[in-house]
């Protein structure tokens, strides 16, 4: 077996495995947040991150500190950023008391178009006609999950139109972050970013942090705050390894797959422990859609390769 081969299906493993922890992430945020207020959540998970984070670079002789030492102005960005994750993380983790896990992961799709449009903007990117046509896929998928809510969302403001609402302000939130990130990403490694934007992160929260909380909580959930810390690590870690190995194109492609492992473990939750797990409850036109939202996201990352790959097969 050839290393580029190697590469690919170890990049494969390493793509599907970010969709798999990132689909349960939301489930094990939902139970916690019974218990702690969104800022507290985060901050610990932060917190976690941080300690995990810094032992692994300090023996890769590879923390970021000098790098800013040297950029002082790049602390702007870096703050950007943080802010831009911060306020995903917070308004996700709220959004989740309103909603669904799925729910939350399907509106949080809408962060690729809005990073799509962004980018024509701010870089001046080339916006072509297949990726518009993957976001009215996308859109068209949205409309037929939200079949069985979307006029009473339209006609009452309720509670489940308030957490679609901060899932969406979630997705524009990430938005700035992935913006910044694609300016810093020129001075550090995705795995420093990551070190910076915890400790800037608790920086930023600690004011709001109520500490005793945590001590109020029950085995199984201090187990799943552990789990959502550990979870920004394995998962942003993983991704960075997976885009090292194999195509970016095709990392992300496998990355929207993430509110369809979601959707399986609330039905299998659900299924074990009903009276713990809420079920999605959607309709089969509800199910349809989730799988138009992953296609027509999958559409705008790989549909011009695609389209491509299957005209050079015919013409030959």
């Known amino acids: 077996m050839t290393t580029s081969l190697k590469n690919a299906k170890l990049g494969f ?22 218990d702690l207020d969104a800022p507290t959540l ?15 670079l300090a023996v890769k002789k590879d923390l970021p500190f000098r790098k800013i030492q040297q950029k002082p102005k790049s602390l702007i960005l870096l703050s ?46 080339h916006l072509s006609r297949t990726q518009l046509l993957g976001v009215i896929i996308l859109v068209t998928g949205l409309l037929m999950f939200f079949n069985k809510n979307l006029i009473e969302m339209i006609a009452s403001f309720n509670d489940y139109s308030l957490g679609v609402v901060l899932a969406l302000l979630g997705a524009l939130s990430w938005v700035f972050f992935a913006l910044a990130q694609k300016v810093v990403l020129r001075d550090f490694s995705s795995l420093q970013i990551l070190l910076i934007l915890n400790a800037l992160g608790m920086v930023f929260l600690l004011p709001f942090v109520n500490f005793s909380t945590v001590l109020t909580l029950s085995n199984i959930k201090l187990i799943l705050l552990a789990y959502c810390g550990l979870n920004t690590v394995l998962g942003y870690g993983a991704l960075a390894e997976a885009m090292r190995l194999w195509e970016v194109s095709k990392v ?39 799988f138009i939202v992953v296609f027509g996201a999958m559409f705008m990352v790989i549909g011009e390769t695609l389209i491509r790959s299957l005209t050079q097969k015919r013409v030959k």
């Open 252 to 290: 992300s492609a496998m990355i929207t797959f993430t509110p369809l492992f979601t959707l399986v473990f609330s039905l299998i939750l659900a299924l074990m422990w009903p009276t713990t797990f809420e079920n999605p409850n959607l309709n089969v036109l509800g199910y349809i859609g989730v």
């Open 80 to 125: 950007i950023l943080t802010l831009g994750i911060v306020g995903n993380f917070i308004l996700l983790s709220k959004a989740l008391v309103y909603t669904t896990p799925t729910v939350v992961q399907i509106v949080i799709q809408l962060s690729i178009v809005g990073l799509l449009f962004a980018g024509v903007i701010v870089f001046k990117e």
């Open 42 to 56: 985060v901050w610990y998970r932060f917190l976690i991150a941080f300690i995990i984070l810094l032992p692994i």
């Open 13 to 34: 493993i390493l793509s599907i495995f970010t969709a798999f922890i990132w689909g349960s992430v939301p489930i094990a945020l939902k139970e916690v947040m019974e």
